[in-house]
């Protein structure tokens, strides 16, 4: 069973663009999830899709914002980048369908800002 | 707001000994709770889980203890293994809330050969 595929892995970018990433969630699940981690503060959760509904949502600002499409493949995006965005962003997949069930994570974008 | 804490940022263990990591959690609501580790460059895996209404879970090397009355729960390792050296996290999430995971900050566990 092929995992949760993020795309692209690394990404370059300077302060003011806009940058979009994505993912495919583990076959059958439907319930999309993403975080960003840096060093020190963990993994921060941005927000979470499922069947192409925000379900739920952390405290980033609006300048981050994502969607989930019919196939459950989710695109993050981050406008008007600045110097601290610079982190890993991960996703992670699980069904979805109820809530004591792990959540399985790609490898991560590793996006730098300059 | 850090609904889940890990105080330890690293931990060094001998090969064969046990590794104990531990992690705290604020909210009394949450019912599940995962370990993952994460080795660089790879994104967190999921290791073990454990359910509110129990207070031990094997699976084996790893065994994950929850004390609910003190809000704590840890993750041992016996006997410990160089390939055991990533980054663990703890995450806990509160049933019926959709899948909002909360994370700790993660320990680096060095296993010294």
């Known amino acids: 069973k092929a995992g949760v595929t993020q795309t692209p892995r690394y990404l370059i970018k300077t302060r003011g663009q806009q940058v979009t990433l994505s993912c495919s969630p583990i076959?059958?699940?439907?319930?999309v999830s993403w975080y960003q981690q840096t060093p020190g503060q963990g993994l921060q959760f941005l927000f979470e899709y499922f069947s192409e509904t925000q379900r739920n949502k952390g405290n980033f600002p609006g300048r981050f914002s994502g969607r989930q499409f019919s196939n459950s493949r989710s695109e993050m995006n981050v406008s008007t980048l600045e110097l601290g965005d610079s982190a890993l962003y991960l996703c992670?997949?699980?069904?979805?369908?109820?809530?004591?069930?792990?959540?399985?994570f790609g490898d991560g974008t590793r996006l730098s800002i300059l | 707001d850090q609904q889940v804490k890990q105080n330890s940022p690293s931990l060094s263990v001998q090969e064969g000994r046990i590794s104990i990591l531990n992690c705290d959690y604020t909210n009394s609501m949450f019912d599940y709770f995962l370990w993952y580790k994460k080795y660089p460059a790879e994104g967190p895996t999921f290791l073990i889980s454990i359910s509110s209404i129990k207070d031990k879970n094997e699976d084996g090397r790893f065994t994950v203890f929850l004390n609910k009355s003190a809000k704590h729960l840890s993750l041992h390792i016996v006997p410990s293994q160089p390939g055991d050296s990533a980054v663990y996290f703890c995450a806990a999430i509160r049933a019926n809330t959709g899948n909002q995971f909360y994370f700790g900050t993660g320990t680096s566990l060095t296993v010294i050969p």
């Open positions: 076959s059958g699940h439907r319930s």
């Open positions: 992670a997949s699980s069904p979805g369908t109820v809530s004591n069930q792990p959540q399985h």
